[in-house]
């Protein structure tokens, strides 16, 4: 069994940072590519930023220059710093991975984390 656990949310003011942080943990061989989503109240789920395998990042347009995707060196760890945060990036947060297991790959989502950017 594979678990996703996301970790680092909580309340902050506008201008203030973040990390983020989602560990995969259980029986795989390997994490292939790794992406953060959100989603806001009211609004569809956003794809945040993505790190492939390859160490490749990707991100929105709307985070740009503000978020980080980065992971550890034993691949098994993924963290969103997030700066300069802005309220529109109150939302919950999700970390989905791509990752290989003893039946072939599989897609695995965490619990979620609350971000909520207020004064």
């Known amino acids: 069994q594979v678990q996703l656990v996301e970790s680092g949310g909580g309340l902050v003011q506008p201008g203030g940072s973040l990390r983020l942080s989602c560990e995969a943990s259980g029986s795989f061989s390997r994490i292939i590519d790794m992406y953060w989503y959100r989603q806001a109240p009211g609004k569809q789920r956003e794809l945040v930023a993505a790190l492939t395998s390859e160490g490749r990042p990707n991100y929105a347009d709307s985070v740009k220059g503000r978020f980080t995707v980065s992971r550890d060196n034993a691949g098994n760890t993924v963290y969103l710093q997030m700066n300069s945060l802005k309220p529109e990036d109150t939302a919950v947060y999700h970390c989905?991975?791509?990752?290989?297991?003893?039946?072939?790959?599989?897609?695995?989502w965490g619990q979620g984390t609350q971000v909520t950017v207020s004064s």
């Open positions: 989905n991975a791509i990752i290989t297991t003893s039946v072939g790959p599989r897609n695995y």
